[in-house]
Nanobody
Framework: QVQLVESGGGLVQAGGSLRLSCAAS????????IGWYRQAPGKQRELVAG???????KYADSAKGRFTISRDNAKNTVYLQMGSLKPEDTAVYYC???????????????WGQGTQVTVSS
């Protein structure tokens, strides 16, 4: 089973940018979809963005226009480029394999450690 490891989080001022990386221990070519989720203190984990092997993407409304998800199958890595960051983006960000369904894109695998993103005002 492919393991996914998140990195790239940090402390950034509002309006700034960060790029998160989700590195796989093996090939992601056969993984249908991978997503970035986040969990803020006291809130449920939510999908931020997902991308299928064919390049189809899905974004939370809060991420549209500010975040871009991409995947590099050659590097076995999925990225989340985040811009115009807001304090409400503060959360632990996780990546996971995704079930692409009509009703949503729920996570399919186990959770890793995640990477903390903190946006100061």
């Amino acid at each position: 089973q492919v393991q996914l490891v998140e990195s790239g989080g940090g402390l950034v001022q509002a309006g700034g940018s960060l790029r998160l990386s989700c590195a796989a221990s093996g090939s992601i070519f056969t993984i249908n979809a991978i997503g970035w989720y986040r969990q803020a203190p006291g809130k449920q984990r939510e999908l931020v963005a997902g991308i299928t092997n064919g390049g189809r993407t899905k974004y939370a409304d809060s991420a549209k226009g500010r975040f871009t998800i991409s995947r590099d199958n050659a590097k076995n890595t999925v990225y989340l480029q985040m811009g115009s960051l807001k304090p409400e983006d503060t959360a632990v960000y996780y990546c996971n394999t995704v079930i692409v369904a009509m009703t949503g894109w729920p996570p399919a695998g186990s959770w890793g450690q995640g990477t903390q993103v903190t946006v100061s005002s």
